[in-house]
């Protein structure tokens, strides 16, 4: 697994995540449960390539790299997950 994944980001995820959208949140916790772009597309009626774009946004925002590290931060956030110690 790559370090820079689990590493705490330098600013709070809960603080970073209060500056997304509505529609931005909704992306979050569809990509949280797991679905793939082309599914959270039709969920939400949207284009896959607007999700892809709220993506981005959302990697901005809260300065987590990928689909699965703003997963693993959801669960974390959720206290689902525990992370290592270093």
């Known amino acids: 697994m790559e370090a820079g994944v689990l590493q705490e980001p330098e600013r709070s995820v809960r603080g970073a995540r209060s500056n997304l959208t509505a529609r931005e949140l909704q992306v979050v916790e569809l990509v949280e449960q797991g679905l793939k772009n082309r599914d959270i597309a039709q969920s939400l009626g949207i284009r896959p390539g607007t999700v892809k ?13 990928g ?7 959801g669960l974390k956030e959720k206290g689902l997950l525990s992370m290592p110690a270093a």
Do not use: C
């Open 53 to 65: 774009i709220h993506l981005k946004h959302i990697f901005e925002k809260t300065g987590i790299r």
């Open 67 to 73: 689909r699965y590290g703003l997963a693993l931060s």
